[in-house]
Structures are given as structure tokens and as C-alpha cells.
């Protein structure tokens, strides 16, 4: 599906990332090789809650070379065999640190770190953890934004895109996308419900989600954000 849907837009590399983990990589791997397309390895990991940071918050890491998907791969690992809470790995900042050498850090958006001390309204302390992880990816690591019409995202566009020019920190726009047609959205939150082990219709159920985030095209992408 990934794989057909690139190959039917001409996009000439895709990248995939699971949550904590590689698993889908070596079929997604051969079936983009097959197709002509250069397949991207990623995770999303989730970093742990530390100081000002109350909460997990999530951040992209995607591999330049063979090193890089090595070092994703400790990463995880050291997630797996140390940072276990609940049954989920937990990542800690510096195993990220220590394992950073040819690997694309991606911000998380408004739930990575940076976007989570920006909505508390702590912006010194949002810049120094952006610096933080510049330093850590030199010309790799990307403020990321995202419009799929949830709460929170234009004010967090508004504060890290002039933040982001202040440190001349690139901005990447992605689309955090979890289905590859804007009609998969039903069977998607039917899947995650499941999930959740709670029912569609129950009043209490958190809509993480919404229809904007299907695999989308380039036009509609560009589109999307023309005015930055």
C-alpha cells in the first residue's frame, strides 16, 4: 500500500517509523528497493518525562546509513533492556546522545519536548533544550510542524517558526500520518480502539486522531504550508 501509493505520486524515497521499534523495516526495505524507491529507516520513540518535562514526549529519528540504523537500533535496544515503565520502553535523552552519529532528529511537533515547554508557556527553556539538540544533531535536527486540523498545532506553529529562524534550525513539515486515504480514518479508529480496549461511541474515548492524516501528496502538502 506505502509502497504502491509513493511509486503512483513519483516520490523518489519514502521513510517509515514505527513507535519503539524496527519490526516493519526489512519487508517495507525489499519492497521499496523492488519498486526503484529508496526506503528511509525510522522510529518514533517516546523520551522519558525529566525536569521541567512532566510528561513522555515523542520524537522522530531516521537513519542516514548503516551506522545510523546501528545506532537506532541500540537506542530501542537500551529502551527494551533498560528504560522499561509499564510494560512500554522508555528512552532516555542521553542514549540519544551517545548513539547520534549519522542519525535525522525530527522535534515530535507539539509532542516532542520543545513543543511540550512551549504550550506551558516555558519558551526560554523550549530554546535551550532546541540548542540542546542542535548540538546534538549538527545540521540534523529539525523543528517539526504539522496541520491535521488538532488542537494545539497553529499556536505551536506561530512560536517555533520564529524560534526556529532565531537558531537557524531547519523546519520540517510532516503530516504524522497513521492511513494512507483519507477514508481509512473509520477503520483507523476502529483499530486503535481495539487497541485501547474501548468502543467507539463510549464518551470517554481520547480522539487522538483526525481524517487529515493520510499519506498526502507533495501539491497538497505544499499547499498546505505555502505560507511558510
Not at 74 to 101: D, F, N, T
Not at 134 to 146: C, D, K, L, T
Not at 149 to 157: C, T
Request: charge should be negative.
Amino acid at each position: 500500500g506505502l509502497i504502491s501509493e509513493a511509486e503512483q505520486q513519483g516520490m523518489p524515497a519514502v521513510a517509515m517509523s514505527d513507535e519503539n521499534n524496527l519490526c516493519g523495516f526489512v519487508r517495507f526495505y525489499s519492497g521499496a528497493m523492488g519498486k526503484g524507491i529508496k526506503p528511509i529507516c525510522g522510529a518514533d520513540i517516546m523520551l522519558e518525562a525529566a525536569g521541567e518535562i512532566e510528561q513522555r514526549t515523542r520524537m522522530t529519528l531516521l537513519a542516514m546509513s548503516n551506522k545510523g540504523y546501528k545506532n537506532i537500533i541500540e537506542v530501542i535496544s537500551k529502551g527494551y533492556q533498560l528504560g522499561q515503565v509499564e510494560g512500554r520502553p522508555v528512552i532516555k535523552r542521553e542514549w540519544v546522545a551517545e548513539h547520534a552519529e549519522d542519525v535525522i532528529a525530527l522535534s515530535g511537533g507539539m509532542h516532542g519536548d520543545v513543543g511540550f515547554l512551549l504550550a506551558k508557556g516555558k519558551t526560554e527553556e523550549a530554546k535551550s533544550f532546541l540548542q540542546r539538540w542542535m548540538s546534538i544533531f549538527p545540521g540534523r535536527y529539525y523543528a517539526e510542524v504539522v496541520r491535521t486540523l488538532r488542537s494545539g498545532e497553529e499556536n505551536y506553529i506561530h512560536q517555533i517558526v520564529p524560534i526556529a529562524a532565531e537558531y537557524n534550525c531547519p523546519v520540517v513539515a510532516t503530516n504524522d500520518v497513521r492511513f494512507l486515504k483519507r477514508e481509512d480514518f473509520e477503520a483507523h479508529e476502529a483499530r486503535v480502539s481495539i487497541h485501547d480496549g474501548i468502543t467507539l461511541g463510549d464518551p470517554r474515548r481520547v480522539r487522538k486522531y483526525s481524517e487529515e492524516q493520510y499519506f498526502k501528496s507533495t501539491e497538497e502538502m505544499t499547499e498546505l504550508f505555502s505560507d511558510l
